[in-house]
T-cell receptor, first 109, second 113 residues
Framework: AQRVTQPEKLLSVFKGAPVELKCNYS??????LFWYVQYSRQRLQLLLR?????SIKGFTADLNKGETSFHLKKPFAQEEDSAMYYC???????????WGAGTKLIIKP | EAGVTQFPSHSVIEKGQTVTLRCDPI?????LYWYRRVMGKEIKFLLH????????ESGMPNNRFLAERTGGTYSTLKVQPAELEDSGVYFCASSQDLRQTQYFGPGTRLLVL
């Protein structure tokens, strides 16, 4: 079965420090991968998708097929980055999303 | 553009009662998904509609859950009778085409006592 793994439930870093949220996926052909974010009292929203290769809010994520990873990175964390972050991938059939367990990111002042 | 809306935002019911959750997708979005996050676990897929047709309901936990999307617009998810393990947050998402971004509603937080 396809899986998405986020090993860290909680990640706490100081403002200005680099951030890396880990995501690994089970190998399956050419995967598509996403990062979704949920800020406090807001809805889930798409942050990044790997095919777009863009940087959103200073975050980037590179698909590493050799390591089957799609880690989310930001060089200098800001307090407003505090949120729940979910890694997800779509199933081939109907594009339903398979989710990691989520990582709660706390940026300390 | 109005986003995906869900009603109610919260529901507290007793075991054995019935609850109906509603999702209004973004206008023109044919694809509608229901997901659920049970406390302490990851978000899980429940089912997928394309217009009014159920494409995949493999994630529905059991036959106490019934989803409909009459007319291909809004969708309802009914739980009857509710059990304690049904507590969680129920999310709805919609997308215009199958491989496009899914936009999420705010979720309905269900608590079964």
């Amino acid at each position: 079965a396809q899986r998405v793994t986020q090993p860290e439930k909680l990640l706490s870093v100081f403002k200005g420090a680099p951030v890396e949220l880990k995501c690994n996926y089970s190998y399956s052909g050419s995967p598509e991968l996403f990062w979704y974010v949920q800020y406090s009292r807001q809805r889930l929203q798409l942050l990044l998708r790997h095919i777009s290769r863009e940087s959103i809010k200073g975050f980037t994520a590179d698909l590493n097929k050799g390591e089957t990873s799609f880690h989310l990175k930001k060089p200098f964390a800001q307090e407003e980055d505090s949120a729940m972050y979910y890694c997800a991938r779509p199933m081939d059939s109907n594009y339903q999303l398979i989710w990691g367990a989520g990582t709660k990111l706390i940026i300390k002042p | 553009e109005a986003g995906v809306t869900q009603f109610p935002s919260h529901s507290v019911i007793e075991k054995g009662q019935t609850v109906t959750l509603r999702c209004d997708p973004i206008s023109g979005h044919d694809n509608l998904y229901w997901y659920r996050r049970v406390m302490g676990k990851e978000i899980k897929f429940l089912l997928h509609f394309v217009k009014e047709s159920k494409q995949d309901e493999s994630g529905m936990p059991n036959n106490r859950f019934l989803a409909e999307r009459t007319g291909g617009t809004y969708s309802t998810l009914k739980v009857q009778p509710a059990e304690l393990e049904d507590s969680g947050v129920y999310f709805c998402a919609s997308s215009q085409d199958l491989r496009q971004t899914q936009y999420f509603g705010p979720g309905t937080r269900l608590l079964v006592l």
